[in-house]
């Protein structure tokens, strides 16, 4: 519980305005003379009094008091200094940079920053195999071939991911998140003890596919939960999250500098987040819109008109289809990016750590700053710009070095970042919530084809070519390319759209 007070001199005009109800950060209402508490707001408790002095000219020394408690669990205390502020400067209206364009309930506020604590163990997950493959190939004697495939072949645990998501349609969304987020931290520490690369491999294929199942039921509960003007915001939080938990993975990374077999100790770091996901799973409730449907329909059973089948049909190959063509170009430039950085540039584990932090975390502006236009300005153009940009400053870096090799990196990560939030959401947002988790599942496991394609492709060309992997990216390219276009002509605008506008049936 948080409490402060603040004094100000103010007329007798200002005094009735501070003796009103506000409605920015907070909405109130009055609960006895002078004292106000809670209507709606990302709040668990709070409430303001106000004592008020005359100093005989007219004037009135007034004192506000305040005590709260925000709903926001494991990241209260960052946002605890931003909310004392707004407090002590009251506005006419709702409208702050760094919170989302809607004020978000207690609910909502709650299960986000839940779901953003998932998503750093999620997004740890899935980063340790492509930041430690090339050591691990390493002390295995293995090739870029070799790599390729295991790379590739992980991909097939997108079948685990589908049968968990399916089954979340059916059963619910948490309990599934509990069990591929345990599930995904105990195969990977696993595979921190693998005796060559094909057990890291098959440890890593049941890992990645729990998490990516984990990663599908955070977007679908974050959509479900958060109002209509701040779904794509609050998935630019979830991705951040991902990211610094992908960031925990480099910053580890340099052990690998210490012993051959160091790179496990990445691995075996995974434990900890069993820690994570079970406090969660203690205070994350059920979808409002799963609780929903589960009390409309008990048996899950629906009967769909023709014109709603083939409205689905249709959403789901234009997703499937772009995903199948990012993924071409996406996984191979991220997964190759250390073998490259590596042996064609001569960088050490420490130096490849150093270059990821230094030219990902950036990332996160265009990420926070994507969310917010898409929200703002419309999914459509944010999503196709940041593609286009992200893609050719990304492969212009692999043909480069030296400074080069630094700012181009970074020009496409920022670029791509602001892409994501805005075709992120795109999947639980153009689905009912009956078949949202299957639609998801099929959408990712077609993308996971088209990674094990890519990852492929520039494992055996680029060994063809000396280990060179830039002019396979190069080829690659054109796929995320058409994929702009798509999202130009042919993707409809949900922003500040509700899901069941965009899907009647839920209606």
Not at 132 to 157: K, M, P, S
Not at 443 to 452: H, K, L, M, Q, Y
Request: hydrophobic share 45%.
């Amino acid at each position: 519980m948080t409490s402060f007070s603040h004094t100000i001199v103010c007329d007798s005009e200002e005094l009735a305005r501070l003796r009103t109800a506000r409605d920015d950060i907070v909405g109130e209402h009055r609960d006895g003379p002078d004292h106000w508490v809670l209507d709606q707001g990302p709040f668990h408790h709070y409430e303001r009094r106000l004592a008020a002095d005359s100093a005989g000219d007219g004037s009135w020394n007034v004192t506000q008091s305040y005590r709260f408690a925000l709903a926001v669990p494991v990241w209260g205390r960052f946002f605890n200094p931003p909310i004392r502020h707004a407090l002590r400067h009251r506005r006419d209206s709702y409208g702050y940079w760094w919170a989302p364009p809607d004020r978000l309930d207690s609910r909502a506020a709650t299960v986000l920053a839940l779901l953003a604590a998932v998503q750093i163990v999620d997004g740890y997950l899935g980063t340790v195999l492509t930041q430690t493959l090339t050591f691990a190939a390493d002390e295995f004697n293995r090739d870029n071939t070799a790599q390729g495939l295991v790379l590739g072949g992980v991909r097939a645990g997108v079948l685990i991911a589908l049968v968990t998501v399916v089954a979340a349609d059916k059963h619910g969304r948490r309990s599934l998140l509990i069990a591929t987020g345990i599930g995904g931290c105990a195969f990977t520490v696993l595979g921190g003890l693998s005796n060559g690369l094909w057990m890291l491999g098959s440890t890593q294929l049941i890992a990645r596919g729990m998490s990516t199942g984990l990663g599908i039921l955070v977007v679908i509960v974050a959509a479900e939960e958060m109002p209509a003007h701040s779904r794509a915001w609050g998935a630019s939080v979830l991705v951040l999250s991902a990211g610094l938990g992908s960031g925990m993975a480099v910053w580890i990374l340099p052990v690998a500098d210490i012993n051959i077999r160091g790179w496990r100790i990445v691995y075996l770091v995974a434990g900890l987040g069993i820690l994570i996901i079970r406090s969660v799973g203690r205070r994350l409730p059920e979808s409002r819109r799963f609780e929903k449907l589960r009390h409309d329909r008990p048996d899950h059973h629906h009967d769909d008109d023709e014109a709603t089948r083939a409205r689905r049909r249709r959403r789901l190959m234009l997703l499937g289809v772009s995903a199948f063509l990012l993924a071409m170009f996406a996984a191979p430039a991220s997964g190759f990016r250390n073998d490259f950085l590596n042996h064609q540039r001569g960088f050490s584990a420490t130096r490849i750590s150093l270059f990821t932090v230094l030219t990902s975390t950036p990332a996160g502006l265009g990420i926070f700053l994507g969310g917010y236009l898409a929200e703002t300005k419309g999914r459509r153009p944010i999503g196709a710009i940041g593609l286009m940009i992200g893609t050719l400053l990304t492969v212009f870096a692999y043909f480069s070095a030296g400074f080069g090799l630094w700012a181009l990196t970074l020009g496409g990560v920022v670029f791509g970042g602001m892409a994501v939030p805005a075709l992120v959401v795109y999947g639980p947002e153009l689905f009912g919530t009956n078949d949202r988790g299957r639609a998801n599942g099929t959408i990712v496991t077609v993308g996971v084809a088209g990674s094990a394609i890519g990852l492929l492709l520039a494992g055996v060309l680029s060994d063809r070519m000396g280990g060179n992997v830039a002019p396979v990216l190069a080829l690659l390219a054109v796929a995320p390319l058409i994929v702009a276009g798509l999202v130009l002509t042919l993707y409809p605008e949900t922003a500040a759209t509700e899901l069941e506008d965009l899907n009647p049936e839920d209606s």
